[in-house]
């Protein structure tokens, strides 16, 4: 079997490089440049050609052919426009997820076939199984072939299967992840062993294949900015305006008249907001689509006792809804809803049909500890209903769904774009 190693230059890919080597396989290593433009990006945090550097000086150490491709041009049309598109409507999307199920897994997989391989292996930690019935009796599909499950890695604090959450049945048949049975320091120790030069190198960050980026700066690239109101929304709204079911508020009613009034010992005409119980326009801000459900640093407004936080955003009228302190109600719901064309299931074979339901976990975020919730399928789309309130569900994320069956590690089912 002849199999192509994404190889980034960093010691993930590396090591999964050097296993696959070791057991014996037909193994090349192919390093993939995605960006070229450098504008927002942080100095140090995108230089390409260094990793393309390192990469191949790890393919010469164990000893396997390097290959270079320049798939610029298929990620600016299917990561990069999606994100600036996804911006401007107000929606905060996760280009890592796109990168994987539109480069990585595709154009990547094309370029690698096209050199003769079987398989594609990268440096996820996460692991691919055969998937198992209730009773243990491994599953196919109607021809015969294999369904594939996506399990979390062994190391739980660096597992990237979220990321993974919009590959297909086909994408995973061509898979492979060898350091997904390892932890990191298991990764760094076998890298040191074999003297391998990635193996000190930092984990990188930032977005995919663009690194570290000042975001205002980086999006302003493709969207214009235009001054708008920053209004803090009280408490009090809440008490009047009951939760709605998978939808976020969106605080339209919250509505400034102004009046005129005289000021200083000349009784100068000057015009101010009359006081609202429910808010007060506190700022101003350069552009709503440079935020995010959540965020805190960019805001530059004081006179608050506890942070402020974003809690929504009205693109068409350019203003930001902030809330006083990490608990504000603002910040916190128990629903949220993925449009019909947005929901991917993995297992397409446990996919839910019109007036189904699913208990599952969820998570929101990378990282984020798996939450008991209710997936429902409706005609208008997939609602996930949490036991708990969430914190900053965001619009354009990723929520991605896990089986609550006993097994060695969660699976991953399916995922959606959050609409609401």
Not at 178 to 187: F, L, N, R, S, Y
Not at 210 to 224: H, R, T
Not at 357 to 375: K, N, T
Request: hydrophobic share 35%; glycine share 8%; charged share 25%.
């Amino acid at each position: 079997m002849k199999i192509c190693v994404g190889l980034s230059g960093g010691v993930d890919s590396s090591v999964a490089a050097l296993l696959l080597k070791r057991q014996g396989y037909d193994v090349f290593a192919m390093y993939m440049q995605n960006w070229h433009d450098i504008e927002g990006t942080l100095h140090g945090e995108c230089e390409w050609e260094e990793e393309k550097f390192v990469a191949e000086m790890v393919a010469r150490k164990i000893g396997i052919p390097f290959y270079f491709v320049d798939l610029s041009k298929d990620y600016m049309a299917r990561v990069a426009d999606y994100m600036f598109d996804e911006y401007s409507k107000g929606r905060t999307p996760n280009p890592d997820v796109l990168c994987n199920s539109q480069i990585k897994f595709d154009a990547f997989l094309k370029a690698a076939e096209n050199l003769g391989a079987d398989m594609v292996a990268t440096g996820h930690y996460c692991r691919r199984r055969q998937a198992l019935d209730a009773a243990g009796n491994p599953v196919c599909n109607p021809d015969g072939t294999p369904v594939w499950s996506l399990l979390e890695g062994t190391d739980l604090n660096k597992c990237q299967a979220y990321f993974l959450c919009q590959l297909s049945q086909e994408q995973l048949s061509k898979a492979l992840f060898p350091i997904g049975e390892m932890d990191k320091t298991q990764v760094r120790r076998l890298a040191a062993e074999a003297e391998l030069p990635s193996a000190d190198k930092k984990d990188s960050q930032g977005i995919c294949f663009v690194g570290k980026v000042d975001l205002p700066v980086f999006l302003q690239q493709k969207l214009a900015s235009s001054e708008g109101d920053v209004v803090e929304i009280f408490p009090e709204y809440y008490s009047s305006h009951p939760e709605s079911f998978a939808k976020p508020y969106d605080y339209s009613d919250v509505v400034f008249e102004t009046e005129v009034y005289r000021s200083g010992r000349k009784h100068i005409k000057k015009t101010r907001y009359k006081a609202n119980p429910w808010g007060s326009v506190i700022g101003r801000h350069e552009g709503a689509q440079f935020y995010t459900i959540g965020q805190r640093k960019g805001l530059a407004i004081g006179g608050h006792k506890d942070p402020l936080f974003v809690i929504g955003t009205d693109i068409e009228r350019n203003i930001i809804y902030v809330g006083e302190g990490e608990r504000h109600p603002g910040l916190y719901r128990k629903a949220l809803k993925i449009n019909p064309g947005e929901v991917h299931w993995i297992r397409t074979d446990l996919s839910l049909e019109t007036g189904r339901e699913l208990r599952c976990r969820v998570r929101i975020r990378y990282r984020q500890q798996l939450q008991d919730a209710l997936l429902r399928q409706e005609e208008d789309g997939l609602y996930v209903i949490f036991d708990e309130p969430q914190r900053s569900i965001t619009p354009g994320q990723f929520a991605v769904w896990y089986s609550t069956e006993g097994g060695e590690a969660p699976e991953l089912l399916g995922s959606g774009v959050i609409s609401a």
